[in-house]
């Protein structure tokens, strides 16, 4: 079955910059709309942004002015722009999205998840 794909996570130094991306398995699924939530360690996990089939986007204010959420049409893939990172962004996240062939033919996936550590 078609999976979603995150890269981009790792070790950053506090202030610095990251990009996930997401993408499906199989090109031949075009992402609709999407969303990234984050799971910090001993906590719950949290939605940080989203990104509506309309192109409207929405954050947790914990993320407001940092963290920018973008599909790019021409890759089809999905990102999420982190920037002035701090160390309490540290967490797993995960990318979600619905997924379609044509108006008929949708599923919605997870991502396997990406870790993110903010660490001086």
């Known amino acids: 079955q078609v999976q979603l794909v995150e890269s981009g996570g790792g070790l950053v130094q506090p202030g610095g910059s990251l990009r996930l991306s997401c993408a499906a398995s199989r090109s031949i699924f075009k992402i609709n709309a999407m969303a990234w939530n984050r799971q910090a360690p001993g906590k719950e996990r949290e939605l940080v942004a989203t990104f509506t089939s309309g192109g409207s986007t929405n954050y947790a204010d914990s993320v407001k002015g940092r963290f920018t959420i973008s599909r790019d049409n021409a890759n089809n893939t999905g990102y999420l722009q982190m920037n002035s990172l701090k160390p309490e962004d540290t967490a797993v996240y995960y990318c979600?999205?619905?997924?379609?062939?044509?108006?008929?033919?949708?599923?919605?996936?997870w991502g396997q998840g990406t870790l993110v550590t903010v660490s001086s």
């Open positions: 979600y999205a619905d997924l379609y062939l044509d108006p008929i033919r949708r599923l919605e996936r």
